[in-house]
């Protein structure tokens, strides 16, 4: 069926270092897989995607990895700062419409 | 470019009215809407697609009867909830769908918070 994994579930970092988020999709046929920071009771905002032609995108200190074989991609941010501190979502696109993972709790310590 | 909008931010209503949700498309036209539902803590589910001029499409599990969709232009969509009960109390956000960009992308609303007493 249609399914995004997301892990982990929440993940606390020190101010500086990076954190990686990981998500794995079922459908082969998915061909866009975007990446949203959502904060307490705001929209989702788009903050990286890529799609299936293309293997990593970088921007500035956010990136984003797909490995299509596997069947997973990850979001990687560096240098996190404690504004990162957010809830992350993953999706891939299946037929049309966008499959969200569970969400990851982003906590930055400074 | 790319907004979108919801009215209202936020409704608090007695159990058993309706309740109507309106998403617009700024500054683009959206050839599709999406509804989705958002529970505290939780992921955002899929309620149902929208199409310009035809009848929606509802994820499985979803109440048709329950969650009636309009799409009357390609600008706006609405959302009514009918006979609302406290379970229905949720965060409700829309997104739409660029027709002239990335089939996939989709542009996301700024949510409606849902209170049934």
């Known amino acids: 069926g249609e399914n995004v994994e997301q892990h982990p579930s929440t993940l606390s970092v020190q101010e500086g270092d990076s954190a990686v988020i990981k998500c794995t999709y079922s459908d082969s046929a998915s061909n866009y897989f975007p990446w949203y920071k959502q904060e307490l009771g705001k929209r989702p905002q788009l903050i990286i995607d890529i799609r299936s032609n293309v293997g990593e995108k970088k921007d500035q200190r956010i990136a984003v990895t797909l490995n299509k074989t596997a069947k997973h991609f990850s979001l990687h941010i560096t240098e996190t700062q404690p504004e990162d501190s957010a809830v992350y979502f993953c999706a891939a696109s299946i037929r049309n419409k966008l499959v969200f993972g569970a969400g990851t709790i982003l906590r930055v310590k400074s | 470019g790319a907004v979108v909008s919801q009215h209202p931010s936020r409704v608090i209503c007695k159990s058993g009215t309706s309740v109507k949700i309106e998403c617009r498309s700024l500054d683009f036209q959206a050839t599709t809407m999406f509804w989705y539902r958002q529970f505290p803590k939780q992921s955002l589910m899929l309620m149902a697609t929208?199409?310009?001029?035809?009848?929606?499409?509802?994820e499985q599990g979803v109440e048709k009867d329950k969650f009636l969709i309009n799409h009357a232009s390609l600008t706006l969509s609405t959302l009514t909830v009918t006979s609302a009960h406290p379970e229905d109390s949720s965060f409700y956000i829309c997104?739409?769908?660029?027709?002239?960009?990335?089939?996939?992308?989709?542009?996301f609303g700024p949510g409606t918070r849902l209170t049934v007493l």
């Open positions: 997104s739409a769908r660029h027709r002239d960009r990335n089939y996939n992308e989709q542009f």
């Open positions: 929208s199409n310009e001029g035809s009848k929606a499409t509802y």
